[in-house]
């Protein structure tokens, strides 16, 4: 919806600004153009306010467009997890200041400008001419009335007069280009080894030892935190062993349906194309006196094996009928005769014949109930759903609500964060495990919360009955973890020193070659590498240290796994070659858009500090939905 709107409140130029410097339309305030604006402000900019409805719309826009890119639904409360709340409001906070600023300068647009504007935009035009009908409907659609449509679009064109003023004309300096084009360009070769983690050899650690370390870190010990909760779940399962599908339906279904539940018959078929019949004819009897093959015709009539193999496939998808009546009836590995069809004359073969499979209606009746069934569930769902709120509301517990439903419900003893039980097990067979936990083990949570969509489109409820403290774990239960805690610890310390004491030997001038008996390990060498180039075998911890020592010199650090220390030299420096022009251009673009990033951050910020800039966290977290507890 948002979207659209942007859509329609922008001029061409603005469209080039915004999409040059990524801003989204949260930056940009809504305020009372949109009906039902509410009464609360989150944050104000000098004399400019932000509303909470403003707020509240410009972070679902920001969940729905994070959801698309993701593919799966965010919730409002994964977005605040991820900080997307505290986004949009430096989004709409940066906004407000390039508007209040815009009335201080005294910028304006007339009304009349601004309906040529919309009168001219190809979003609002049906064969080149404006569409009052298009205009409204867009209207409709996003809530707004002409005059606040009117508004939002003066208050983009004032703000992008003054983006303008800022980057028109901006150039990057050549030196600032050539610097950037050395540094992306540059080149290194890297000698390195892995060192064993058997070059290194661990003592056996004492008894006083493991109770030393067990001492000084009792807290690494412990068992985890456990919760007492119940667990709700409405899914389409459930639903489905409520419903009753009747024969009559069944046999209904199957009537309309039955193709879908075939598997029809599939050929693998050869055609050759020909000019003209007469070369056709001529080609089928050289064929059927055997003395031309199949490919050599194909070839001579100019055909790659791709155009005579149209793979397994079945009648349907055969576009000439007249030459798929054929295909269809042609015996395996014989020749056709000569088809005239509506595209092209031709000559077919079969090589390859599965036949079709047609089930009755007792073959697959449960398969039918079943997809029946599975459909009256999914558009019972929400119904169900609203139905399950009505009854938390009315003060019903979970488990009389699944007694009443029919629904799926488990009361689990005990779980822990990630979902397992004192046994280590998982407390619930599903998918959704983590996401039903993590909702048990919310800060906030107290009780049953709002329900848990799942990943099949079903929902779940949570009511944590009682919390479990973590508790000590005596050291005869834990002294094996303990030791081995001491042995990773210890070998990966001893692993460092040796790797530190190899660095210093190539340092001094020993060779690469010359640390492999020490190591354990073979001295590799990569090809050359760029910035951005990181080789699976070596970390990007590696790669950036090697692009901060000169040639010649070594140095040493994790392996991709953590699982020892790479040892490691600069084999080669390879100095960026001259950029060509494509280059240029495109390092061009990404500085502008950088340094007209960089120009509009910097005049923000400086607004907000000489605006004054307040935010009202109590209000907000109103806005999305927080309780004050």
Do not use: C
């Amino acid at each position: 919806m948002l979207e659209a709107l942007r859509r329609g409140a922008q001029t061409r130029v603005a469209k080039l600004l915004f999409g040059l410097l990524v801003l989204s339309f949260g930056i940009w305030g809504v305020h009372d153009v949109f009906r039902g604006w509410g009464r609360g402000a989150v944050a104000k900019v000098g004399s400019t306010s932000i509303s909470d409805e403003e707020f509240r719309r410009a972070y679902q826009d920001e969940l729905d467009r994070v959801s698309q890119q993701a593919r799966q639904r965010i919730t409002a409360e994964q977005g605040r997890a991820f900080g997307l709340d505290k986004k949009v409001l430096a989004q709409l906070v940066a906004g407000a200041a390039l508007e209040s600023h815009a009335h201080q300068l005294g910028l304006a647009l007339s009304d009349k400008t601004l309906v040529e504007g919309v009168q001219n935009d190809p979003d609002f035009q049906t064969d080149g001419k404006f569409s009052k009908q298009n205009f409204d409907g867009l209207l409709r659609q996003i809530g707004l009335t002409e005059q606040g449509f009117l508004n939002l679009r003066r208050k983009d064109e004032l703000r992008a007069a003054i983006i303008r003023s800022f980057i028109t004309g901006q150039t990057v300096p050549k030196p600032l280009l050539d610097l950037m084009h050395a540094y992306n360009g540059e080149k290194r070769v890297i000698e390195w080894v892995k060192i064993d983690p058997e070059a290194v050899t661990v003592a056996e650690p004492s008894e006083d030892k493991l109770k030393e370390l067990y001492d000084k870190d009792k807290s690494k010990y412990m068992t985890p935190e456990y919760r007492k909760v119940q667990v709700m779940t409405l899914g389409i399962d459930d639903l489905k062993k409520q419903i009753t599908i009747t024969d009559e339906e069944i046999a209904k279904s199957y009537e309309a349906t039955k193709d879908s539940y075939d598997k029809p018959e599939e050929r693998r078929i050869q055609q050759i194309a020909f000019k003209d019949k007469a070369t056709a004819e001529a080609a089928l009897k050289d064929l059927r006196d055997g003395k031309k093959s199949f490919g050599d015709v194909a070839k001579e009539a100019g055909a790659k094996d791709t155009d005579v193999d149209l793979g397994l496939i079945t009648k349907k998808a055969m576009i000439d009928p007249k030459i798929s009546d054929v295909a269809f009836t042609l015996e395996k590995d014989k020749y056709s005769d000569v088809i005239e069809g509506r595209f092209a004359t031709v000559i077919l073969r079969v090589t390859q014949i599965d036949p079709g499979v047609t089930h009755t209606l007792a073959d697959i009746k449960d398969q039918v109930r079943d997809k029946l069934a599975t459909e009256k569930a999914k558009s019972e769902l929400q119904n169900k759903h609203d139905e399950v709120e009505d009854n938390r509301i009315a003060g019903k517990s979970l488990t009389e609500i699944a007694e009443t439903a029919k629904l799926s419900f488990k009361e689990i003893p005990a779980t822990d964060a990630t979902g397992l039980s004192p046994d280590g097990k998982p407390v619930l067979e599903t998918p959704d495990l983590r996401k039903i936990v993590s909702r048990a083990f919310a800060p906030d949570n107290s009780s049953d919360d709002t329900a848990i969509e799942l990943a099949d489109g079903g929902y779940a409820w949570v009511n944590v009955l009682s919390t479990e403290a973590p508790k000590q774990k005596p050291f005869e239960q834990v002294k094996d973890q303990v030791k081995e805690d001491y042995t990773s610890s210890e070998r990966h310390r001893l692993i460092d020193e040796l790797a530190k004491k190899l660095a210093d030997r190539v340092n001094a001038g020993e060779p690469m070659t010359a640390l492999e008996a020490e190591a354990k390990n073979k001295v590799e060498k990569t090809e050359p590498l760029t910035r951005k180039t990181i080789p699976q075998s070596i970390s990007d911890g590696i790669v950036a240290q090697a692009f901060a020592l000169s040639k010649g010199k070594a140095g040493h650090g994790a392996s991709p796994d953590h699982t020892t220390e790479i040892v490691f030299q600069v084999a080669d420096v390879i100095p960026a070659p001259e950029a060509s022009l494509t280059e240029t251009d495109q390092l061009t673009r990404e500085l502008n858009a950088e340094l007209a990033n960089q120009t509009l951050t910097e005049y923000t910020e400086a607004l907000k500090k000489r605006l004054g800039t307040s935010v009202n966290a109590a209000e907000m977290n109103a806005a999305l939905g927080i309780s004050e507890e």
